[in-house]
């Protein structure tokens, strides 16, 4: 590691390029004196920018080198944005000697750690641990537990939680047992996972290997027991900054207390309102506790919110202001900086597949007024909530990317469990099979149970295997006579027909993996008790509700200008009834579409036979447009030139036919011969896209079919 006789100065910046365009708060924090400073920053105050400013300031008027500062932050893509700003104010953040050091924390202990080894370990060689499973593997064999993936990544989640909470194998049984921990096994043997999985990782003659949580250990334990060390670094790092400071684990700040030493040239930048992370070990006590620890702290409060119009702060305030406990009492008041915008949008839907199709006409409805689709974003709290918004973006044509997760019909189960039906389906010799009874019971040989498991790798595959459960049903539902093979290949389809591009469409995402960015149009969706917030969460304690109020609020903020919150009084058509959101008391306006209380699902009348005026309820019959024993008004000419047609372009684009239209869908064609888009649409089977696709030939078909 270089000395500090080898920083090199950065040019000087201009002073006003430093400040100007900073608002007051924003000034006092960049201007303040070296020494401990705190920045309170809400959602889009501008806090990175601040930061970037204070480095600048503190470089330019000599009260640092640049080599002297090292800056951390939580995610390699915030590390990088860092270092992006801090070039453009002329003073570096590539990390080299000669710069400022941007970096997670993570990178930072790794390049300390190859530079400090040989002064404390001598001879002994360290290797970094990229793939852990294999040896927790083996540990949890020798515990006696069973070695799935879902499993083994829950041990290895737990393991990290314990590290980065410095709880050791001795005590974590205790430990998780007190803060009733969701561990994927008996505490005492995940304790014993843990306790083989560290011993497996030295070897006899001292040589080790190291995890990711290890690089911060064991710098920390450098820095504490070799002085010398301690002191070379110190020579070197004379200022620290910490982004994001409300997600600092204990692991984090063990490190930062040897960094700093005795000496206080420390800023941190936080919102303890966004702490979200508290299931990784993060914890905003050391936020919340900095005017405690440095008494004479400069404390700046970053409230105009330069991100979203002042209706979603406005919303944002209220949804954060229902808050309740320590955290709670730092709370931010945004005030909006920019223009006036639409209000928020209330939705409420009888079911999830029916919100999707609406939404996403919501969707193209924002695109065609010239939002690019890039910029807006479906808003969920567990991926498993994607499929239905996959299937109606795939519908419309409109593309779309999942963040934070992998698109439904990639996910390791759900194509574990389409394999296995497609092999259930080759054998399949009765025509009266109960597709829903045969399709639960291959699932629960992959792991659907009756209740949800513990162990969020766990509840994920639960979840996954529930939806396709329940599309099942709803398939069956839309054609009681389909097979295991129909089921088959209509998955297949819908699989094959989901190629979304990686950039430039709407972004599903988990509200977790949204925390960070931002988009022009938010949708948040399945705004439930029991989503948000999540069951296990009502289970727990009032703490855990408190972290998910927390969640909505970032997932609220994330918006610039359009914010639509929505919920589904049932999972599917006919299912059990399901309560609002919680967290929509008192922020659903009173002269909002949307019911007040949604205690009970609202009753429907739903599709009349156009022959008789007789409400139906047969999917069939649904599909046709008329009772099963009212008269068909069948043009058969039509029928054979809408196969002969459907025969043409499933060749065309080398698909299998029911991939163009269901037979089904072609009968109700040839009974209702629609004339127009209208018409069209109003059959099922027929979305935004297959009207797009193959409506203008359509209608010519049926236009000809009907002069002749």
Same mark, same amino acid.
């Given at each position: 590691?270089?000395?500090?006789?080898?920083?090199?100065?950065? *040019?000087?910046?201009?002073?006003?390029?430093?400040?100007? =365009?900073?608002?007051?708060?924003?000034s006092?924090?960049?201007? %303040?004196?070296?020494?401990?400073?705190?920045?309170?920053?809400?959602?889009?105050?501008?806090?990175?920018r601040?930061?970037t400013?204070?480095?600048?300031? $503190?470089?330019?008027?000599?009260?640092?080198?640049?080599?002297?500062?090292?800056?951390?932050?939580?995610?390699?893509?915030?590390?990088?944005? #860092?270092?992006?700003?801090?070039?453009?104010?002329?003073?570096?953040?590539?990390?080299?000697?000669?710069?400022?050091?941007?970096?997670?924390?993570?990178?930072?202990?790794?390049?300390?750690?190859?530079?400090?080894?040989?002064?404390?370990?001598?001879?002994?060689?360290?290797?970094?641990?990229?793939?852990?499973?294999?040896i927790?593997?083996?540990?949890?064999?020798?515990?006696? $537990?069973?070695?799935?993936?879902?499993?083994?990544?829950?041990?290895?989640s737990e393991?990290?939680?314990?590290?980065?909470s410095?709880?050791?194998?001795?005590?974590?049984?205790?430990?998780?047992?007190? &803060?009733?921990?969701?561990?994927? %096994?008996?505490?005492?043997?995940?304790?014993?996972?843990?306790?083989?999985?560290?011993d497996?990782?030295?070897?006899?003659?001292?040589?080790?290997?190291?995890?990711?949580?290890?690089?911060?250990?064991?710098?920390?334990?450098?820095?504490?027991?070799?002085?010398?060390?301690?002191?070379?670094?110190?020579? !070197?790092?004379?200022?620290?900054?910490?982004?994001?400071?409300?997600?600092?684990?204990?692991?984090?700040?063990?490190?930062?207390?040897?960094?700093?030493?005795?000496?206080?040239?420390?800023?941190?930048?936080?919102?303890?309102?966004?702490?979200?992370?508290?299931?990784?070990?993060?914890?905003?006590?050391?936020?919340?506790?900095?005017?405690?620890?440095?008494?004479?702290?400069?404390?700046?409060?970053?409230? +105009?919110?330069?991100r979203?119009?002042?209706?979603?702060?406005?919303?944002?305030?209220?949804?954060?202001?229902?808050?309740?406990g320590?955290?709670?009492?730092?709370?931010?008041?945004?005030?909006?900086?920019?223009?006036? =915008?639409?209000?928020?949008?209330?939705?409420e839907?009888?079911?999830?597949?029916?919100?999707?199709?609406?939404?996403?006409?919501?969707?193209?409805?924002?695109?065609?007024?010239?939002?690019?689709?890039?910029?807006?974003?479906v808003?969920?709290?567990?991926?498993?909530?994607?499929?239905?918004?996959?299937?109606?973006?795939?519908?419309?044509?409109?593309?779309?990317?999942?963040?934070?997760?992998?698109?439904?019909?990639t996910?390791?189960?759900?194509?574990?469990? #389409?394999?296995?039906?497609?092999?259930?389906?080759?054998?399949?010799?009765?025509?009266?099979?109960?597709?829903?009874?045969? &399709?639960?019971?291959?699932?629960?040989?992959?792991?659907?149970?009756?209740?949800?498991?513990?162990?969020?790798?766990? !509840?994920?595959?639960?979840?996954?295997?529930?939806?396709?459960?329940?599309?099942?049903?709803?398939?069956?539902?839309?054609?009681?006579?389909?097979?295991?093979?129909?089921?088959?290949?209509?998955?297949?389809?819908?699989?094959?027909?989901?190629h979304?591009?990686?950039?430039?469409?709407?972004?599903?995402? *988990? $509200?977790?993996?949204?925390? =960070?960015?931002?988009?022009?149009? &938010?949708?948040?969706? =399945? /705004?439930?008790?029991?989503?948000v917030?999540?069951?296990?969460?009502?289970?727990?304690?009032?703490?855990?509700?408190?972290?998910?109020?927390?969640?909505?609020?970032?997932?609220?903020?994330?918006?610039?200008?359009?914010?639509?919150?929505?919920?589904?009084?049932?999972?599917?058509?006919?299912? !059990?009834? !399901? +309560?609002?959101?919680?967290?929509?008391?008192?922020?659903?306006?009173?002269?909002?579409?949307?019911?007040? %209380?949604?205690?009970?699902?609202?009753?429907?009348?739903?599709?009349?036979?156009?022959?008789?005026?007789?409400?139906?309820?047969?999917?069939?019959?649904?599909?046709?447009?008329?009772?099963?024993?009212?008269?068909?008004?069948?043009?058969?000419?039509? /029928?054979?030139?809408?196969?002969?047609?459907?025969?043409?372009?499933?060749?065309?684009?080398?698909?299998?036919a029911? &991939?163009?239209? *269901?037979?089904?869908?072609?009968? %109700?064609?040839?009974?209702?011969?629609?004339?127009?888009?209208?018409? $069209?649409?109003?059959?099922?089977?027929?979305?935004?896209?297959?009207?797009?696709?193959y409506?203008?030939?359509?209608?010519?078909?049926?236009?000809?079919?009907?002069?002749?």
């Amino acid at each position: 590691m270089p000395n500090s006789r080898d920083v090199i100065v950065a *040019s000087p910046t201009d002073a006003d390029s430093i400040t100007g =365009g900073l608002d007051p708060e924003q000034s006092a924090a960049v201007l %303040a004196p070296r020494g401990p400073v705190c920045v309170l920053a809400g959602a889009g105050t501008g806090k990175t920018r601040t930061i970037t400013r204070r480095i600048a300031h $503190l470089i330019d008027s000599g009260q640092v080198n640049p080599g002297q500062v090292l800056a951390v932050t939580f995610t390699a893509r915030a590390a990088g944005e #860092m270092r992006t700003r801090l070039r453009s104010l002329g003073v570096g953040g590539a990390g080299g000697g000669g710069a400022v050091s941007a970096q997670t924390f993570h990178a930072a202990a790794l390049r300390q750690l190859r530079y400090f080894w040989p002064r404390a370990f001598g001879g002994a060689q360290w290797e970094l641990l990229d793939n852990k499973f294999p040896i927790v593997s083996r540990a949890a064999r020798r515990a006696g $537990l069973d070695t799935s993936t879902d499993t083994l990544r829950d041990l290895a989640s737990e393991i990290e939680w314990a590290k980065a909470s410095l709880i050791d194998p001795e005590r974590y049984a205790e430990v998780a047992t007190k &803060v009733a921990r969701d561990t994927p %096994a008996p505490p005492a043997q995940v304790a014993a996972v843990y306790g083989h999985y560290e011993d497996a990782k030295v070897s006899a003659d001292g040589d080790r290997l190291l995890d990711f949580d290890d690089l911060l250990i064991y710098m920390t334990q450098i820095l504490v027991a070799e002085p010398g060390v301690a002191e070379e670094f110190r020579s !070197r790092y004379r200022c620290f900054v910490v982004d994001e400071y409300q997600d600092v684990t204990p692991v984090q700040q063990g490190l930062l207390n040897a960094w700093l030493g005795d000496r206080d040239d420390l800023t941190v930048v936080g919102d303890a309102n966004q702490t979200i992370y508290t299931f990784t070990g993060a914890t905003p006590s050391y936020l919340l506790d900095f005017g405690r620890r440095f008494p004479d702290a400069t404390v700046v409060r970053l409230e +105009r919110d330069y991100r979203s119009t002042p209706q979603v702060v406005d919303l944002a305030n209220r949804a954060i202001g229902a808050a309740r406990g320590r955290i709670a009492g730092t709370r931010l008041r945004l005030v909006g900086q920019r223009p006036a =915008g639409p209000e928020p949008v209330f939705a409420e839907y009888a079911d999830e597949p029916a919100a999707a199709t609406a939404i996403v006409g919501e969707i193209s409805t924002l695109i065609d007024a010239g939002v690019p689709a890039a910029e807006i974003a479906v808003l969920y709290r567990v991926n498993a909530q994607s499929e239905n918004y996959e299937q109606a973006l795939t519908e419309a044509g409109i593309p779309y990317q999942v963040r934070g997760g992998e698109a439904f019909f990639t996910r390791t189960e759900v194509r574990q469990a #389409m394999k296995q039906l497609n092999a259930i389906a080759g054998r399949e010799i009765r025509p009266d099979t109960d597709v829903p009874t045969v &399709v639960r019971a291959m699932l629960g040989e992959l792991g659907m149970t009756e209740t949800e498991p513990t162990g969020a790798q766990a !509840r994920s595959r639960w979840q996954s295997l529930r939806a396709l459960a329940e599309l099942t049903d709803e398939l069956v539902a839309s054609a009681p006579d389909l097979t295991l093979a129909d089921l088959s290949r209509e998955l297949a389809g819908r699989a094959q027909s989901r190629h979304p591009p990686t950039v430039q469409g709407v972004t599903l995402s *988990s $509200l977790h993996a949204a925390k =960070g960015l931002e988009w022009d149009a &938010v949708f948040l969706v =399945g /705004l439930t008790d029991g989503s948000v917030p999540i069951s296990q969460a009502i289970k727990a304690s009032w703490e855990e509700i408190e972290e998910e109020r927390r969640l909505f609020y970032v997932g609220v903020t994330r918006a610039r200008e359009h914010l639509h919150l929505s919920w589904a009084l049932a999972r599917n058509e006919g299912g !059990r009834p !399901r +309560r609002r959101s919680r967290f929509l008391n008192d922020l659903v306006p009173d002269d909002s579409p949307a019911s007040k %209380a949604a205690p009970t699902r609202k009753p429907r009348r739903g599709p009349v036979c156009r022959v008789c005026g007789s409400r139906l309820v047969d999917s069939t019959a649904t599909l046709l447009g008329r009772c099963a024993d009212c008269p068909s008004d069948l043009d058969e000419d039509l /029928l054979v030139a809408l196969k002969d047609w459907r025969r043409d372009r499933s060749a065309e684009k080398k698909v299998p036919a029911f &991939v163009i239209f *269901s037979d089904k869908t072609l009968l %109700a064609l040839a009974e209702q011969r629609p004339t127009d888009d209208a018409g $069209l649409v109003s059959i099922p089977g027929i979305g935004a896209q297959k009207l797009a696709e193959y409506g203008e030939e359509l209608i010519g078909l049926i236009k000809t079919a009907g002069q002749k």
